[in-house]
């Protein structure tokens, strides 16, 4: 992937969902448009467009980790690089929540 020449950390959607259910204390970060939002988010996720970020990111704290989501990990990756750069910890979720989705349903099935 392009990203990780600077350094991009993924996170997948399986290690995701250990994040909630291990209750670790991160931020969700969403960067899809307001009508992406409200068709679908994950649960707890905190909404900045990505073409927002440069002029809201002082909204986000600096002292926990942000992961960051987008539809397949696009932009949610060209956030990450803007936050690293701006000194924040953060993970791209690996695939988006297209990924997300089909990871769940494939959980779902399995058990």
């Avoid at 002082?58 to 539809?71: F, G, H, N, T």
């Avoid at 990450?80 to 099935?109: E, F, H, P």
Wanted: charged residues 25%; proline residues 4%.
């Amino acid at each position: 992937m392009f990203y990780t020449t600077y350094g991009l950390d993924n996170i997948t959607p399986e290690e995701l969902r250990m994040k909630f259910d291990s209750h670790d204390d991160f931020l969700l970060l969403d960067v899809r448009t307001p009508l992406e939002n409200a068709a679908q988010a994950l649960d707890g996720s905190y909404l900045i467009p990505v073409q927002e970020l440069a002029h809201r990111v002082s909204e986000l704290p600096k002292d926990r980790e942000i992961v960051v989501y987008c539809k397949i990990g696009n932009r949610s990756a060209f956030a990450c690089v803007y936050l690293a750069r701006m000194g924040y910890r953060v993970k791209n979720l690996d695939g988006g929540i297209a990924l997300w989705n089909r990871s769940q349903t494939i959980s779902a099935a399995r058990a």
